[in-house]
């Protein structure tokens, strides 16, 4: 089960641009899920339609569904859409379900209610088949803290000029509120681990840095001391960052060893690294892992910002935290 955020055209970033699209709750309606044409006559299903609304309301408390379910699924964060799909495949009732990497991108919090939801489909006499990859467990066991490397933590640097210089910044979409009045300074060299939970921004923020997020204009936010803002090239910023993520997998069809050696090959400022090891093997995320770490190693200049759910998922050599 993969899932990417995109806009409804198919661009990626379209999620900061449009507010239409199909809305979660048309998505986990009953005729949604069960593809029921909607000039259908003459049938009586009530009594199915009370099962279901009734199962629905069962997973919107442990999955977190009330808060999605007015956004469009186009505005969704990766882990959020990841729910919205398993909560479609659970509300099926299947006598088989498969899922490939239903894990992926979620938090431990998130992680361990799909486990349990899993438990239960299985305790109701469901075949579930799972494939995992790049380390995900299996939600049942993600109450246990994931093993941490144990990698110097330097303070932040003062002696080398900023790279990345949001100052009191504020996104709101709609009546949401997603950052009030942040502010982050990263100096060249440095190496951070941005955490959070899902839907909790740390897509939104690497936008703000590429200037894929149209908030970046109207908030002061300064990559390589240039502030976003109307008449400023895009290109004059992004020909010095290179950038890995899930919505590159999906929209590219492209692995992310593939994604992380072209990236690599443009020899960037300004590495942005999301969920990297997504969709891989152990052994796959592992010499992935290393290849990005010795190729930093090289380059002490270089900065570079990761996000990851999994502390098993960061390079080696990342000291500094970012939690919002």
């Known amino acids: 089960m993969r899932s990417v ?153 003062t002696d080398t000029e900023p790279v990345v210089e949001l100052r009191d910044v504020t996104v709101r979409f709609g009546r949401r509120v997603l950052f009030d009045r942040l502010s982050w300074t990263v100096r060249r060299g440095e190496r951070w681990v941005l955490r959070g939970p899902n839907g909790s921004g740390k897509t939104t923020l690497f936008a703000l840095i590429t200037g894929d997020c149209p908030a970046a204009y109207a908030n002061d936010v300064r990559v390589f001391g240039i502030r976003r803002e109307v008449g400023v090239p895009l290109d004059a910023v992004r020909r010095r960052i290179a950038m890995v993520s899930p919505e590159q997998q999906m929209y590219s069809g492209v692995s992310p060893t593939r994604l992380v050696e072209d990236a690599l090959r443009r020899e960037p400022e300004l590495l942005l690294l999301d969920e990297p090891c997504m969709n891989l093997s152990d052994a796959g995320a592992r010499r992935l892992l290393r290849r990005i770490a010795s190729w930093l190693e090289a380059r002490p200049s270089v900065t570079a910002i990761c996000i990851a759910h999994r502390a098993i998922h960061v390079p080696p050599g990342f000291g500094l935290e970012k939690r919002i």
């Not at 467990?137 to 993600?142: F, L, P, Q």
Request: charge should be positive; hydrophobic fraction near 35%.
């Open 5 to 157: 955020a995109a806009g409804g055209d198919g661009w990626p970033q379209g999620r900061y641009y449009y507010d239409d699209g199909v809305r979660v709750r048309e998505l986990l309606s009953f005729e949604q899920v069960f593809e029921i044409c909607p000039f259908e006559v003459g049938v009586d299903r009530r009594k199915e339609k009370r099962a279901h609304a009734s199962r629905l309301k069962s997973i919107c408390g442990p999955l977190e569904l009330d808060p999605l379910m007015r956004r469009p699924f186009s505005s969704l964060s990766n882990g959020e859409m990841q729910r919205v799909l398993f909560a479609r495949a659970y509300l099926r009732r299947p006598e088989r379900l498969v899922l490939v990497d239903p894990f992926a991108g979620l938090d431990a919090g998130r992680r361990a209610a799909v486990g349990k939801l899993i438990d239960a489909l299985v305790a109701d006499g469901v075949k579930v088949r799972i494939r995992q990859s790049a380390g995900e467990n299996d939600g049942r066991a993600s109450s246990r803290p994931s093993p941490r490397r144990k990698v110097a933590t330097p303070a932040t640097r």
